[in-house]
Structures are given as structure tokens and as C-alpha cells.
């Protein structure tokens, strides 16, 4: 169980000892640090698993209240050591423009992601498509899936919105696919690679696992695993089965960035920050106050409140050397807040497809085939840069 964590209090290191002192006691773990602003709470869709829906936080806030200013004071007390990196999140962050144009004006020096429903893409300009390292793009499967969650002809507007932009963005664009639906298939995932740098997939947090969703997502799994072991001269780039494969090959990477941690950084290295500025590490729970992790205004922060617990899992499970505790958010409230329902119903469910998605790569024998794979792909595997700006594990 984690300690209570200590608020920080900036000094500026001047020796050998105080920099090694500083880095021991800082809030944010290693030297790195995704800034995720959530330039607005306002959003133009209405998704229908939307999570930043729940505890009703979605349009409960409208644009960033603070000021740029606030903002430098914070970076420059708390972030000065670190390489940062921003996402712009929300609500939809294009919504506010403005201030996203003043941030990446403001930090040149600084890797930015979007992360975007895609419908407003086109509004952006040329400039600030340049600069962008990735863009997460929501979209849920094929045509008929996504129309049903995101509404009629979305699927169609987010593809045209894409082809007028994709000359202009610099970066990766990544397919964000929250696997709600028993209708997503095998055809419409490999249809998403085809026109994506990179699909990144994850079970969603809800109530969609009956017996049959189960089986139906596995046979899926089972599919996309053959294709991505199909072939040795080309990446089948599914983000979290390069991920894993990455994690079977070398465990240790799988530990490296996150203190040994889960790998979609809550415990270590990521900051949410809400347009009032407060801050929780997990976006989809900014709505529980034990999660409050600092604030922007009143320039504090402190170690992230959402850490590995006694009560979870994890250290005899038999994923444990890869999946490193996938979602946080999902074992806090089955296993720490005691929610029953959802453990059964979410959790666990989530945890028996991760493991199954391991067992299933297992066959493929992960090592054998890394070893057949020439350099520029093996760099993929190992290193690839989407890993910093996803949770690697679905
Ligand atoms: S599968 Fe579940 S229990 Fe096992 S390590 Fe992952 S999150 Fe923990
Ligand atoms: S994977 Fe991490 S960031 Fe995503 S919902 Fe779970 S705890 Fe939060």
C-alpha cells in the first residue's frame, strides 16, 4: 500500500546531491511527463459510453479558466527537470483552438498529441498539424458500429475530415478504438490499419460482458494475433499486441518507464489537468476527490494517489510480467473501493481477455518470431513512440 504522498515543495537544485535528492522526492516518477490538458469540457458529439461522462464531468466545465501565465508557473516549478510532452483532451480540444495554438507557441521545444473525435480536424491549421507527433483519432470499428454510437454519417465525415488533413499532420495518426460493441469484427479492425499509422484498442469500462461477448471478443483476438504473426517483413500495427509482444520479449521494458508500475501511467507520469485547473492522474475519474493530485492555480502537486494496493490481484497473476496491472481506475474500484458489481461484471471479465490475449500470442512462440524480424522492425516493437502516448495494454 502507498504511503501518503508528500506535497511538493520546489527548491532548486544546485549540487550533484540536491539534483539526485530533487529527482528522489519529485511527484512524478523517472523524467518524463504527459501533460494532458483538457482544453474544454465541451464536446460536439454525444458518444454514448462517453467516459468523461461519468460521475457527470463531461460539459460540467467550458474552457481553460486559468491563465498561461498560471500555466508557466507551474512547468517552471514542477516540470523544469522532465521532458514533457502535451496531449490537448477534453470534451473535443479542438473546441478551443486558441488556447491550444498559444500552448505548443508557448513551448516549442515540447512533443504534442491530439486527441480528437476527428470531425473538426480541417479547422486546424497547417501550423499546428506540423507539430503534432500523434493524433488519436476515436472512431469504434466499422461504419455501422460507429454511426450507431457516434451518430448517423460520423464514420464517413471522420474518414473525409482525414484524407483533407493527413498531408498536413507530421506525426502518426492512431485509430483510439474503445471495443464496445459484439458487432465489432475481425474485418473492421483490419480495415482501420489500412488507413491508420497504428490501431490502438481498449475493452471498454462498461457492462458489455456476457458469456457470449466474451467468447465473441476472443475469437476476434484469436484472429487479429494470426495475422500480426502472419508475416516477419511488415508490422501488423495493433499497439497493444506490439506491446505485449514487446513486454514476452523483454519484460524489463515493460517495467522501465513506469517504476515497475502499470503502463498506462497513472501511478507515474501523467498529469490531467481539468480547464480549472485542478489535476488527477486518471481521466476518467476526475470526479472522485480522493483522486486530486494537485492544482495549476495554486501551483501544487504531489505523488499520484492512484497506486498499486494490497487488496489488488496483480502479483500472483500470471500476466502480471506484461500486463503490470492493465487499468488502474479498474482495479481501484473492484478490488480497493469494493465495488462487487463491477468487479464482476467489468474487471474481471477485462482481466480473463488480457490474459487470454497472452496465452494466445504464447502459441506464436513471441521470441522465435521477433528473432526473424529485420532491425527497422524490431525498433517498432521496442520502441515505438505511440507506446508513450497510449496505455500499451487494452
Ligand atoms: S490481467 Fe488483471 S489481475 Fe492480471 S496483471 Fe493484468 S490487471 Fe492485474
Ligand atoms: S487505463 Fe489508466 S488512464 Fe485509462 S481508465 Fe484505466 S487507469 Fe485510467
Known amino acids: 500500500m502507498h504511503s501518503t504522498p508528500l506535497v511538493f515543495h520546489p527548491t532548486r537544485p544546485h549540487t550533484d546531491q540536491a539534483v539526485t535528492q530533487y529527482a528522489e522526492r519529485h511527484p512524478i516518477v523517472g523524467s518524463r511527463v504527459e501533460l494532458q490538458l483538457l482544453t474544454t469540457l465541451r464536446c460536439n458529439l454525444k458518444c454514448t459510453y462517453c467516459s468523461i461522462a461519468e460521475g457527470e464531468v463531461l460539459e460540467s466545465q467550458g474552457n481553460v479558466s486559468y491563465s498561461l501565465a498560471q500555466l508557466d508557473t507551474f512547468i517552471t516549478t514542477h516540470l523544469s527537470q522532465h521532458d514533457v510532452y502535451v496531449t490537448f483532451y477534453g470534451g473535443e480540444p479542438t473546441l478551443n483552438k486558441s488556447f491550444m495554438q498559444d500552448v505548443m507557441q508557448a513551448y516549442p521545444h515540447f512533443r504534442f498529441q491530439l486527441q480528437t473525435n476527428g470531425t473538426l480536424l480541417d479547422k486546424l491549421p497547417s501550423s499546428m498539424l506540423a507539430r ?29 475530415k482525414l484524407a483533407q488533413t493527413r498531408e498536413h499532420i507530421a506525426g502518426s495518426i492512431t485509430a483510439r478504438v474503445t471495443w464496445s460493441s459484439d458487432e465489432i469484427s475481425f474485418d473492421e479492425l483490419d480495415n482501420l490499419s489500412k488507413t491508420f499509422d497504428y490501431v490502438y484498442f481498449q475493452f471498454v469500462a462498461g457492462e458489455a460482458y456476457t458469456t457470449a461477448a466474451i467468447e465473441g471478443r476472443k475469437a476476434v483476438l484469436a484472429q487479429l494475433i494470426a495475422r500480426f504473426f502472419a508475416s516477419t517483413d511488415t508490422l501488423y500495427p495493433f499497439i497493444p499486441l506490439m506491446g505485449c509482444v514487446r513486454n514476452k520479449v523483454m519484460p524489463q521494458r515493460a517495467a522501465e518507464l513506469y517504476d515497475g508500475k502499470t503502463q498506462c501511467r497513472v501511478s507515474t507520469h501523467i498529469l490531467n489537468v481539468m480547464p480549472d485547473g485542478k489535476i488527477y492522474p486518471c481521466p476518467d475519474m476526475m470526479y472522485l476527490p480522493e483522486m486530486l493530485q494537485g492544482d495549476l492555480v495554486n501551483n501544487w502537486l504531489q505523488a499520484s494517489p492512484l497506486q498499486p494496493h494490497p487488496n489488488m490481484p496483480c502479483e500472483t497473476c500470471a500476466a502480471y510480467t506484461w500486463c503490470r496491472g492493465n487499468c488502474m481506475k479498474n482495479l481501484y474500484l473492484a478490488y480497493v473501493k469494493g465495488d462487487q458489481k463491477y468487479r464482476q461484471n467489468v474487471t474481471d471479465p477485462i482481466c480473463e481477455l488480457v490474459r487470454f490475449m497472452g496465452e494466445e500470442i504464447d502459441k506464436y512462440h513471441p521470441k522465435a518470431w521477433f528473432a526473424q524480424l529485420p532491425l527497422a522492425l524490431r525498433k517498432q516493437i521496442t520502441d515505438c513512440e505511440v507506446y508513450e502516448y497510449v496505455e500499451i495494454m487494452p
Not at 141 to 156: C, I, N, P, S
Open 132 to 160: 503534432l507527433s500523434n493524433v488519436l483519432v476515436s472512431i469504434d470499428g466499422g461504419e455501422k458500429v460507429t454511426d450507431g454510437f457516434r451518430g448517423a454519417g460520423l464514420y464517413q465525415r471522420v474518414l473525409s
